[in-house]
């Protein structure tokens, strides 16, 4: 297995997932309270899908809603650059 790059992606309410390289956290309030810590060989899957208003119109600034599926599930509400920082974290853990 290759050596997994360090890395944070914040979300747009103050949480945040990083990436040691050995294992993954979920961090609340500004990573001042760790939720959960996951291996980085638990991984399982990865979903993405875009929020959308009321009447399913895109959220302007578009967001997404990130469900990170390891030992615990992980989650977290992104914008278009924190949607590309988690898929690139995976892309780490997959190879």
Known sequence: M????KTEVRGVDGESIV??????SK???HGKDEAARNPVS??????IKE????????RSPRQFAVLLVMSSIMSLTV????KAAM???VDGFRR
């Open 2 to 5: 290759s050596e997994i790059p």
């Open 19 to 24: 990436c040691d390289g050995i294992t993954v």
């Open 27 to 29: 961090f609340r309030h």
């Open 42 to 47: 638990t991984f399982r899957e990865l979903q």
């Open 51 to 58: 929020k959308t208003s009321l009447f399913g119109k895109p």
């Open 79 to 82: 914008d278009e650059a924190g």
């Open 87 to 89: 898929e690139a974290m």
